[in-house]
Each structure stands twice: as structure tokens, then as C-alpha cells.
């Protein structure tokens, strides 16, 4: 017993390294593709070895395992403040600040000021207001959030309740809060850190309403940090994860800003009051799609964390028999252990090449749109609307299925697994509900079908539409077939192009009938819901063929993603194998020789299992997990995490003077 230390061994758990020795292909070479290159998985770790050096990081780990909310609060204020210092300091580039927050991979305090208030200013002011405030914000000199939902609506965005009246004779607006449910509610770092907000509220002219726009409001004194007259400001409390967050809520009595606080790229009003409007009617909800499709980055960071801390915790832990004879197998030899892993891992690859398709076309579009060309526009609003819901929904899911497969360990803290799934489930909600957001690609999805149905020759993605369906076979014809990369992508297609054939026919049935349109769409929601999920699936499955096929790379690094493409196609078809067969993209024999496949891709994938994680190269301080550390040497991790655990500072608690001494006393003095 007493050789039992805390201290963490200084080689690599031999069972890791087992794995690693196995490998069938070059981590590195994986690694450079994963970061876009040698230079910029160089600069990262550049970058990761400037943060890491400094204690402080350490040591923020702790805080947030087991500190209380204010105290976590306060060092992850800390954590963002050191971080703009350092980018100060270094002179980063936007990029490699985008890479010190993804090295971060936490939610930092300020972190709203950074990823919605500056881009917010970037995509809503006038040149003239960007080399203000912009230029403030950006040194630092302003903190600032993104102040849009209220109590009483976050998702329907035209039933806002705070209002900016523009008053002339002034050439202010009045900001207000009429109402409880007009308080905003929910904006992060609003609560305590912020000292300016962009609102956006329903802008009122001499009693006419003209929609949702952006103000800027001054909220705290710039002195001493105090709240300005007319300003209720606080945080909303404590929430399943993300805690370091302060979001807050917000109310407004009659604030009066200037009236060049109102953004007005897109839409402006004159000093006498004349309302002009540029661009299309939404194009102040520009900063949202900028999330939304940074959320399927998310994504991917969330479910590829997650897979690294399932596989090499599973190839460290040992339980029960396989082999009657033979010791207790690493737990990743169970098929099933098998099952529930690999999927995350497929996924994480599948999200790395649609996130970054996506990221693409995003990129393209927005330089479209800098040059008033918005033709993109609904396009790339479905397509980020659709991905971002599922790629968010997906890997939260498959998290929590990795947490399952860690056992009771999984359960712990100090696991990273909780932590994690409860930090991303938020992606669900945040940027638009994903139910809502579905839907807004179905809308579109049906305004394409029914495009294709008269006629129209269709582009994008949504091209698939014009097909015509007699002509479909399933492509795969034998069991060899389903290795075919493009006969599973068309699978998806086809699935898909059903799906949406049906809830179209059956929406235009509706209204036939004489259902008003509301009542038509309200029937078939579920099946909406559906046709877009369907439609997203294609495309993350398209995405990843695509990818794997573009791919400057050696034959066993390909060959290895051409695996785990195949199982995330044969895996989707197996899960929802009721909507495969009900569209007859496959038949009863297709299905059972791709569930065939499934289930022995698990085997050809097992060897190569640790390497694909190994190969997103994430920091032990990333991971933050004892289960998922690069040396596998778990359990001493898990031992050491408890030193740091307040609980045990003391070898008799004080509660135990205050509670459980007195009751035993009493419990022995008593007769009975
Ligand atoms: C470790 C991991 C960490 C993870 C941390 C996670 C937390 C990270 C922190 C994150 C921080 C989180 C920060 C936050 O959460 S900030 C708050 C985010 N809030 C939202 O996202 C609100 C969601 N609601 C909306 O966007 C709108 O109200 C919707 C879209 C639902 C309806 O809208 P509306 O009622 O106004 O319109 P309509 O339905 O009459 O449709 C009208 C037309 O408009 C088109 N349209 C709609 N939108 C767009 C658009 N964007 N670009 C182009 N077009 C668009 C649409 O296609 C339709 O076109 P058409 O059919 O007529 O042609
Ligand atoms: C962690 C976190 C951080 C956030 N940060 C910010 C921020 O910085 N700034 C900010 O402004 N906001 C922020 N939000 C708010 C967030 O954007 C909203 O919560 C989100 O847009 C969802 O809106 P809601 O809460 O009104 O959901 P609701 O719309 O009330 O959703 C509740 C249910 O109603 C359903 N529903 C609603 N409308 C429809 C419909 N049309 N059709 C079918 N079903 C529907 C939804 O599917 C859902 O099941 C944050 C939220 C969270 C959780």
C-alpha cells in the first residue's frame, strides 16, 4: 500500500504505446492535414507552448473543477484579459488569435466581445463608425456584447419588444425596455464584464415601426465600471455548464443615445428622421450566420475532444474477460465498446471536411456580399442554418454516448467528458433553436423543390432536386458495392430528394384541400423537420467523400479516412435504416449487407483507433481530462486530481464538528 503515490509516471502507459506502434499511418502527416498544413500545426504548437508555459493555465484548471462560480468567473476574466495581452504583446494576427482560442477550448469570460461584438461592428457599421469603434473595441478600450434576445423571445426575432424611438429634435434614440419580457435575457458576458452592448431593437419613426436594428449603448462608466443612469444590468445565474460565462439581463429606462449609435450600414436614419434602407431586409442578421457556421467548427472541436478521451481511456482500461485464458482485454476490444465510440470518431472527420467546406463557401459568399452582390444570401442561410443544427446536435449527442462508454470514471469531472457535453449543449440553442433553424431549411428546401418541379434548373446544394427519381437504381448492387464511396453518397441523395418529395407532395396536398398555408405547414412540421435533416446528412456525407477524394496524400492516410468515410455513411444508414427503406434508396438486401459492412469496419478501423485521435494533437491542457492525457497513465491522473479537491484540504471535514459530531453524541446517549 505504501508504494501507492500520486505522482504521475514519466513514460507512456505501455498499452498506448501498443497502440501507437500499430499505427498503419504516419500521425503527422494526418496532423498537417487536420491544421491546413506543416507551418500552421508549427505555429500552433508555437503558440500552445507560449500559454502553456505560464503556469496560470495549470492552475485554471483547478479553479474550474472545483472553484465556486464567482471564483471561476474571476479567472476566466483573468484567462481573457492575460489573452488580449498576449495578443498585444505578440502582435497576432486575427488567425493566430482564432488558433489561441481554439487551443483554449473554453469559454472564456469576454469571450461575446470577441466572437459576436467585434464581428457584429464589422458586419453593421459605416466605415465612418468602424474607425471609432471598431478600432476601440479591438485594443481593448471598449468590452462589448451582443445584446439581442429577451425574456420573452429569442427565436422569433420580429416579436423583440425593446424599442429605439428616434427623437429629432434631440437626434437621439430613446432606448426602452416596455415590458418584463422586454428585458434582454441571456447575452454573455452582459451580467458584470461588459461596459457596452450592441442592442438591437425595434426602431421606431414619429410612431412607425421599422424592424429590428443595432444600437450601441454605453452601460457602465468607463471610470470606475459603475452602471449608468437608466441601466439595470446583472447576471441571470448559475447554468449546467459554461459557467465562467457572466450572461446577463438588461433593462432600459429611456437611455438616450446619439443618433450615430444606430449601425447603420444596412439601414440608416437621417437627422430629420428619414429612414433609408440598403441591401436586403436581412442583412442585419449577418453576424448570427457568422456563428452559426463557426458552430459546426465548434462541433467538430466538441465530438473530436470527446472521441480522443473515449478511445485512449478504453485502450488503458482493462475489465473482465474476452479470452477465458488470456488476462482482462483493453476495453476497446469489445465490439461494443467498439460501437459506441467509433461513430464519434467518424463523425469528428466528417465535421472537419463539412465545416470546412462550409467555412468555404461562407468565405466566398461574404466577399460577395462586401461588394453588395447578396445573390448567395439565401443559400448560405440554409446551408448554415441546416449544418449548424446538425452538426451541433450530432456530436453533443455522441459525446454523451463517449461519457456512457468511460463507466463510472466517465461520470467524474475530472473526466472532461461531463464538462464538455454540458459546455456544448448550448450549441442546440444558441444562434437559433435547432428546431427553428430546420425549419428554415426546409422552407427553403421547398421553395427549391417546387423551383425544380416547374422547371427550374437548380444550383447549390439543393441541385439534387431537379433529379428525376424513375431514374434512380440503388447503386449497390453486391456487398464490395457498399465500399463504393459515390454509391453511398448517392444513397444519401436519394434518401434524401424522397423525403423531401414527400413532405412537399403531402404540404401541397394540404393546402389543396383547402387548409390555410399556416395549418398545412403546422401538419407537417415533423416531416419537415425530417426532409431537412435528411438534406443535411447528404451533404456532411458528400462533404467528407469529397474531401477524402480531393486529398494531396500517402495511400495508407487515405486509405484510413476512405474507411472511416465508409463507416460514417454504412453507420448513418444502419441508425436510420426505417427512413432508408421507407424512401427505397436501399432494399432489405442493401441494408443488411451495409449493416454487414458496419459492423466489420469496426475491426479494420480498432488498429488504427488511438493514431486518429493522436492526429488532432490536442494539448493535455485542451483536453483537460485524466482519462484522455496523450500518456494514458489515467488512474494516477485520476488520483491526482483528488490533492486538489477542497474537500479533502482537511482530515476531518468541518462539517463534521458542526453536524455529524453532535448527532453521533446524541445518537449514542439515546435509549432507543
Ligand atoms: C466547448 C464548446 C463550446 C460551445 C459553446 C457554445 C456557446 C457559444 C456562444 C454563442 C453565443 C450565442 C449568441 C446568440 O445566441 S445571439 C442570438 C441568436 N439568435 C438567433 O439566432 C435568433 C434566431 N431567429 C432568427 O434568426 C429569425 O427570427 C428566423 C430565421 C427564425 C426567422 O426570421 P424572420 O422572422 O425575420 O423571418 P421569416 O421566417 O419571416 O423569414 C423571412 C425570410 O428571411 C430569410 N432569412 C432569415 N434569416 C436569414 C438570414 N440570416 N440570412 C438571410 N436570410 C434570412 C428566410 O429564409 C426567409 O426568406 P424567404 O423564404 O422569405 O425568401
Ligand atoms: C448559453 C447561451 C448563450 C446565449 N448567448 C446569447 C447572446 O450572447 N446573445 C443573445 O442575444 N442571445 C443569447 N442566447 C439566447 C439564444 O440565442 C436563444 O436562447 C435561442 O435563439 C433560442 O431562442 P429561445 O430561447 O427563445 O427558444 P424558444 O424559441 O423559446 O424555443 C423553445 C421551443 O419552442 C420551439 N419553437 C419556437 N419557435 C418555433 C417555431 N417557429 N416552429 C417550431 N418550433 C418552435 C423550439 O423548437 C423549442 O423547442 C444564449 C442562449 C444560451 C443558452
Known amino acids: 500500500m505504501s508504494e501507492i503515490t500520486s505522482s504521475i509516471p514519466l513514460q507512456i502507459n505501455p498499452d498506448l504505446q501498443e497502440e501507437r506502434d500499430k499505427a498503419s499511418f504516419n500521425v503527422t502527416e494526418l496532423t498537417h492535414i487536420i491544421y491546413g498544413g506543416i507551418e500552421k500545426t508549427k505555429k500552433r504548437k508555437r503558440l ?12 485554471y484548471q483547478n479553479v474550474r473543477a472545483f472553484g465556486s462560480r464567482s471564483e471561476y468567473y474571476a479567472a476566466s476574466v483573468k484567462k481573457s484579459t492575460k489573452i488580449f495581452k498576449l495578443r498585444r504583446q505578440h502582435k497576432w494576427t486575427d488567425e493566430e488569435y482564432e488558433t489561441v482560442l481554439d487551443i483554449c477550448h473554453d469559454d472564456l469570460a469576454l469571450t461575446l466581445h470577441h466572437t459576436m461584438f467585434i464581428p457584429a461592428l464589422e458586419r453593421l457599421a459605416t466605415e465612418d463608425q468602424k474607425s471609432k469603434w471598431l478600432t476601440l473595441a479591438k485594443q481593448y478600450k471598449i468590452i462589448g456584447t451582443y445584446a439581442q434576445t429577451e425574456l420573452g423571445h429569442g427565436t422569433y426575432l420580429q416579436g ?7 427623437d429629432p429634435q434631440t437626434r437621439e434614440f430613446v432606448m426602452n425596455t416596455p415590458t418584463l419580457s422586454a428585458m434582454k435575457w441571456w447575452p454573455g458576458s452582459l451580467g458584470k464584464s461588459s461596459n457596452h452592448a450592441l442592442v438591437l431593437a425595434t426602431l421606431i419613426i414619429s ?6 436594428h443595432p444600437f450601441l449603448v454605453q452601460l457602465r462608466s468607463m471610470d470606475d465600471h459603475k452602471v449608468l443612469p437608466g441601466v439595470r444590468v446583472g447576471d441571470i445565474g448559475a447554468k449546467m455548464g459554461g459557467n465562467s460565462v457572466d450572461n446577463g439581463y438588461l433593462i432600459l429606462d429611456n437611455v438616450r443615445i446619439p443618433r450615430n449609435n444606430m449601425l447603420m450600414k444596412n439601414a440608416q436614419v437621417s437627422p430629420d428622421g428619414k429612414f433609408v434602407t440598403r441591401g436586403p431586409s436581412k442583412a442585419n442578421y449577418a ?31 482493462r475489465q473482465s474477460k474476452l479470452d477465458p485464458q488470456d488476462r482482462e482485454p483493453k476495453i476497446l476490444e469489445y465490439q461494443t465498446q467498439q460501437y459506441k465510440i467509433f461513430p464519434g470518431l467518424a463523425m469528428s472527420y466528417a465535421f472537419l471536411f463539412a465545416s470546412r467546406s462550409l467555412t468555404r463557401k461562407y468565405e466566398e459568399a461574404f466577399a460577395e456580399i462586401q461588394r453588395g452582390d447578396f445573390k448567395s444570401l439565401p443559400e448560405l442561410h440554409c446551408l448554415s442554418s441546416g449544418l449548424k443544427s446538425f452538426c451541433s446536435e450530432h456530436s453533443v449527442r455522441q459525446v454523451e454516448i463517449i461519457r456512457q462508454s468511460c463507466g463510472g470514471h466517465g461520470y467524474l469531472n475530472a473526466a472532461g467528458l461531463g464538462m464538455l457535453v454540458n459546455a456544448a449543449a448550448p450549441m442546440i440553442t444558441v444562434e437559433g433553436e435547432n428546431t427553428v433553424m430546420y425549419l428554415q431549411l426546409a422552407r427553403y428546401i421547398l421553395k427549391r423543390f417546387a423551383g425544380a418541379m416547374s422547371g427550374q434548373q437548380l444550383d447549390g446544394s439543393t441541385s439534387y432536386l431537379s433529379m428525376d427519381p424513375a431514374t434512380y437504381v440503388c447503386p449497390v448492387m453486391s456487398e464490395t458495392d457498399c465500399r463504393n ?4 453518397c448517392d444513397i444519401y441523395r436519394y434518401r434524401s430528394y424522397m423525403t423531401v418529395c414527400r413532405v412537399a407532395r403531402q404540404v401541397q396536398h394540404d393546402m389543396e384541400s383547402d387548409m390555410p398555408q399556416h395549418v398545412a405547414i403546422n401538419k407537417n412540421l415533423v416531416d419537415l423537420v425530417r426532409a431537412a435533416k435528411a438534406h443535411s446528412y447528404y451533404i456532411v456525407v458528400k462533404d467528407f467523400v469529397e ?50 459492412l458496419q459492423v466489420s469496419l469496426l475491426g479494420e478501423i480498432r488498429p488504427d483507433a488511438v493514431a486518429l485521435v493522436d492526429a488532432f494533437d490536442y494539448h493535455d491542457i485542451t483536453l483537460s481530462s485524466a482519462l484522455g492525457c496523450y500518456d494514458g497513465n489515467a488512474y494516477e ?25 453532535p448527532f453521533m453524541e446524541e445518537m449514542n446517549k439515546s435509549k432507543l
Not at 423583440?160 to 428616434?166: I, P, V
Not at 464511396?485 to 453511398?488: M, N, R
Open 547 to 596: 474531401g477524402v477524394d480531393a486529398l494531396v496524400a500517402s495511400a495508407p492516410v487515405i486509405k484510413v479516412l476512405r474507411t472511416l468515410c465508409c463507416f460514417y455513411a454504412a453507420h448513418g444508414i444502419a441508425e436510420y435504416s426505417g427512413d432508408f427503406l421507407e424512401s427505397e434508396a436501399v432494399g432489405l438486401h442493401q441494408l443488411k449487407w451495409i449493416k454487414n
Open 287 to 317: 453576424t448570427m450566420m457568422l456563428i452559426r457556421v463557426q458552430i459546426c467548427t465548434m462541433a467538430y472541436q466538441v465530438v473530436s475532444s470527446g472521441a480522443t478521451i473515449g478511445i485512449r481511456y478504453s485502450a488503458v482500461r
Open 48 to 59: 500552445e507552448k507560449l500559454l502553456f508555459s505560464d503556469p496560470f493555465f495549470q492552475e
Open 637 to 661: 491522473r485520476l488520483f491526482k486530481s483528488t490533492e486538489n479537491d477542497p474537500m479533502n484540504k482537511e482530515e476531518v471535514h468541518p462539517s463534521y464538528y458542526q453536524y455529524l459530531k
Open 485 to 488: 464511396l459515390t454509391a453511398l
Open 207 to 212: 410612431g412607425k415601426k421599422y424592424g429590428m
Open 160 to 166: 423583440l419588444e425593446t424599442t429605439a424611438t428616434y
